[in-house]
């Protein structure tokens, strides 16, 4: 099959990642709960990786690197952990649901409002009790790319500046302390080469998120609160240990073939939409970009149709609404939503080629 459905997870993992998982799970142990030199070993795997990504993202250190199984989680505890009654937020149509639903609870509850908006007209919609900026660093619907450098400057400074980089995290270049942001989660099985059941939630010095959930820790084993000190106040029970040596060996391939992966993904993407543009039956959403997202839906046939016709000629592609369904509101394509054809770098022009063929055959 050729996957493009690589913004849903990747595809194809590098060879040294699947060779982390399967050394993390011949000898493994569980990492900050015991004493023996296997344990130790895992601890240090993992306080490696804490390093790896608080420098590749100009992060705060790697006390303020929390584990996740995913972004969705990293944002909830983002958001979760950082709101108060009487906060407001300020977000934008491009939100996926792992934003939206957890705001929209917080707000049933009477405990925050929150307002909806472009990226562009963000400052405008500050409120004296606006608490948190929240918004996406690409947009998983159409890889649109959001430069939240501008935003940080013209909004107050006390506003945090919490940023979803599950579309952008290994696709573009991100350095937290340069752009302002506050908080960066992410999802370590895209654009990170990391397997499913990994993510990591960043935060700045000034961030101070409370827990949202409780249990053991491995430290401070006598106290019946959590412990003051991160990232053990974040993180209770125990840590998927092959998820985060694979993250490790991800961003340690990442820091080698960064630039060139960017650069292929960027022209799989240039390809697929210039040939799109020459079908009349289609319409196009995407620019090309980095992060290797290509939404595009036929002027007749629902999207589903399509990416069942393109499944039974060995495509996988994505179709519906991505759980962004704010987006495709703004994009006025709530009425069956989009077709998504997302690249890596091993996919090649001939994938491309052969997307078109299929797709110009209906």
Known sequence: MRYLDNAATGGKKPVSVRYAVLRSVSACANPGRSGHSRSLRCAQTVFCCRT????????????????????????????????????????????????????????????????????????????????????????????????????RRAIPPHVLLICDGAQAGGHIPISMKRSGIDALALAGHKGLHAIQGS???????????????????????????????????????????????????????????FARDSRIIFRRTEETIAALKMLEEYEVFSEPTPCGIVAFRHKRFQSETVAEKLNDAGIAVRAGLHCAPLMHRYLSSADGGLVRASFAADNTACDVRKLISVLKKL
């Not at 149509?93 to 639903?101: C, G, P, Q």
């Not at 000034?206 to 249990?215: A, N, W």
């Not at 491995?218 to 000190?229: D, T, V």
Request: proline letters at 5%; hydrophobic letters at 40%; glycine letters at 8%.
């Open 199 to 257: 993510g990591a939630l960043l935060f700045s010095d000034r961030t101070e998120i409370s827990p949202v959930m409780y249990g053991g820790t491995g430290s401070e084993s006598f106290r019946l609160e959590m412990p003051a000190f991160y990232p053990d106040r974040l993180e209770a029970g125990t840590i998927s240990y092959p998820a985060i040596a694979s993250l490790k060996a991800g961003i340690l391939y990442l820091q080698k073939h």
């Open 52 to 151: 790896l990504l608080s420098d590749f993202f100009g992060g705060y250190g790697e006390d303020r690197v929390v584990f996740t199984k995913n972004c969705t989680e990293a944002l909830n505890l983002a958001i979760l952990g950082v709101l108060q009654k009487g906060d407001h937020v300020v977000t934008t149509h491009y939100e996926h649901n792992s934003v939206l639903r957890p705001l929209e609870s917080l707000r049933e509850k009477g405990i925050i409002e929150y307002s909806v908006t472009t990226p562009e007209e963000i400052p405008q919609k500050i409120q004296g009790n606006t608490k948190a900026v929240i918004v996406t660093l690409a947009s998983n619907v159409t890889g649109e790319c959001i430069d939240v450098a501008p935003i």
